[in-house]
């Protein structure tokens, strides 16, 4: 179940993330959101929670793992799935338009995390 939630973790987080490339697309993954794509930005709050419970799920599935390495591997993708839903939720409605993604730095710091 930690599993199956995990993957729906990272698939939520990539939902919300894209909802303005999704939406300029004719395309909207979020049920009942709104008819615009500020209205649906707006909308994502319990969608962040959500996705964060998921992923909470996914560090206790990796950290239940024996192997390091694969625990490591296991864990990052958890890892920047937080960190690009803390941007999600800081950042306005406007910035969300763009494309809100972890920095390269941001991805090597949490690989260096991943492994402790």
């Known amino acids: 179940e930690k599993g199956v939630n995990y993957g729906k973790g990272l698939q939520l ?5 894209d909802v303005p490339e999704d939406f300029a697309n004719g395309r909207c993954y979020l049920p009942n959101a709104g008819e615009t794509v500020a209205e649906v930005i707006s909308a994502t709050d319990p969608y962040l929670l959500q996705a964060r419970q998921f992923l909470a799920d996914g560090r206790a599935y990796a950290q ?3 192997n390091r390495r694969l625990r ?13 839903l803390d941007l999600l939720s800081e950042a306005s409605a406007e910035q969300r338009l763009e494309k809100v993604k972890v ?14």
């Open 103 to 116: 920095s390269k730095q941001t991805v090597f710091v949490e690989l260096a995390k991943s492994f402790l």
């Open 13 to 17: 987080t990539n939902i919300i993330r």
């Open 64 to 66: 239940e793992l024996t």
């Open 72 to 84: 490591a591997a296991s864990l990052l993708p958890a890892m920047l799935g937080e960190k690009t």
